[in-house]
């Protein structure tokens, strides 16, 4: 008796679901990174205690262009185009 592997399709509902779209506009972005390296940065130099550390956060979320956050409380700060170009759609 030979096994055959299970292959699961995805319904255009369950891609739709899957695919990242971006949340943080260009400014947001930028003011995010500065402030993470910023926090980070003191955060390693000694400056500032460990808690500097969080700096992570806010660095990371505007590396990706996706914050969590906006997404539970429906906020958008960027326009439709950018939120395209994120999910390679035109």
């Known amino acids: 008796m030979s096994r055959r592997p299970l292959r699961r399709t995805m319904t255009s509902k369950q891609e739709g679901a899957m695919t990242m779209t971006r949340n943080v506009g260009t400014i947001d972005r930028v003011l995010r990174i500065a402030l993470g ?3 980070v940065g003191l955060a390693f130099t000694g400056t ?8 992570l956060v806010p660095l990371l979320t505007g590396l990706a262009g996706r914050c969590p ?3 539970l409380f429906g906020f958008r ?4 185009g950018e939120a395209a170009n994120m999910t390679g759609r035109s």
Request: aromatic share 16%; glycine share 22%.
């Open 48 to 55: 500032v205690g460990p808690w500097g550390y969080i700096g």
């Open 37 to 39: 390296l910023l926090l």
């Open 69 to 71: 956050a906006y997404s």
């Open 77 to 80: 700060t960027c326009g439709a």
